[in-house]
Structures are given as C-alpha cells and as structure tokens.
C-alpha cells in the first residue's frame, strides 16, 4: 500500500455495521463506525430527509456500541420501521 493510501485509510471511519431502515417515504441510516486513531466507537443515525437532526453517541467498546445499534434498532422496528438494505 502506497503512503497515501494509508494515511486516507486511518483517517476514515471503519463502518462495522450499517442498516438503512424505511417507514413509507421517510429514510435514515443507524451505523456503528469505529473511529480513527482511537479504540473509541459511535453509532451513528441520519434521518436522510434532515440532516440536521443526526445524532451520534459514544462508546469505549464495540460490544457497548453493537447493543446500542440492537436498541435502537428494535425501538425504531416496532415504531413501524423495516430494514431497507444493511451491510457488516
């Protein structure tokens, strides 16, 4: 790997889990990254038609970050929300 390609690489989030979950029109993500640098990971949701209203919350392990993903998911599921596409 060229010198560029590994300082890109450490300062990009790793994305562990990603789902995008749909209820009619409406559209958002809920993610797990892994933070650059650092053993510290966040979930992370967008509403894709109001940006301004993601949210993002913080963890020191990726267990903690993995369950808080689960939780949210499970809330936003039985809010008559369904799983659109995901990937891990």
């Not at 892994?34 to 109001?50: Q, T």
Request: net charge positive.
């Amino acid at each position: 790997m060229n010198r560029h390609a590994s300082a890109r690489t450490r300062s990009n989030p790793l994305t562990l889990l990603r789902w995008e979950l749909k209820r009619g029109r409406e559209r958002l993500i809920c993610q797990v990254e892994r933070e650059p640098g650092s053993s510290a990971f966040s979930v992370i949701v967008v509403p894709l038609r109001s940006l301004q209203r993601a949210s993002v919350e913080r963890f020191d392990a990726a267990v903690a970050a993995i369950r808080r993903h689960a939780a949210l998911a499970a809330d936003l599921r039985a809010d008559g929300w369904s799983v659109a596409a995901y990937t891990r």
